[in-house]
């Protein structure tokens, strides 16, 4: 038990919390539930769910738009506010278990409504309606979350590989303008760049924005099939150092590093590209880094 109360409250992975991962989760979920909803209306003596040319019909699309509804601003929320504070394993099983909850209280008042029994009991009805809630949701959010973890680990694999090309290229320690190497997730080389020339990378979804200056001085993108986390990995120890949620910053750029009412900022050796946000989450980082060099 101490062992499973430790594991749970360790970092839920960010992996877990990506765009197309929450989109993932949600639309597998919802196609799961229908064919276990369908499975499960001849045996419910609560079930009013109907197709096709069925006068349920209606009840039927309103409610499983409402549920998919909860379910989406559910996720919005949990992407939106991923930044704010890092998420256990439990606050993680908590949040999926409240989705569950709201959704089964919902069919509760419109299988009353519906059904108009004599005797509403409510109590009855939530009950039944966890339990095949729980089946319905609970294990695609599972399925999901292991074939996330399975994925996330090829690719780590893959990270691991073309770690030790990185390394031998000696591509990050030469502090006199080294080449920075670049893989796709299929560890194929796609990018190489001085670091002399590197200002920041952005993440893009599935892809990375990588924001050079060319040979004339121009500023200049190349993007590519990689996460942020990938390339955040292959690069400790160097100046690119992560410091927001979708930015990768080469400090040997930096100019400046501001405090503002809304957080600190990075100013980079060039006019024409943006302050860089510092997020909360990795602002001791970045602090840390600017102590260091001061010193």
Known sequence: MPNLKKEMNKKLPKYLLGKYQLLGTVTFSVLFALIFLNLYIPFSDTAWFGLGRSVNFLFTAGFMFLSMLILVVSRVLMYKTQDMFDMTYLQYVLWCLGEVFLICVLYTFVTVDIVKPEAPDYFHILLKALLYGMIALVIPYIISGMFIAIVEKNRTIRLMRYQSRISDQDSVSSPQGGQITFF???????????????????????????????????????????????VEDSFKGSTLLRCHRKYIVNLAKAKVLRKEKDGYFIDLDCSTIDPIPVSKTYSDNILGYFSSVRK
């Open 184 to 230: 796709d997730n299929s560890g194929a080389l796609k990018f190489s760049v001085s670091s002399l020339d590197l200002y920041y990378i952005e993440s893009d979804d599935n892809y990375i924005n990588v924001w050079y200056s060319d040979k004339k001085g121009d500023l200049k993108m190349y993007m590519l099939r990689c996460s942020l986390k990938a």
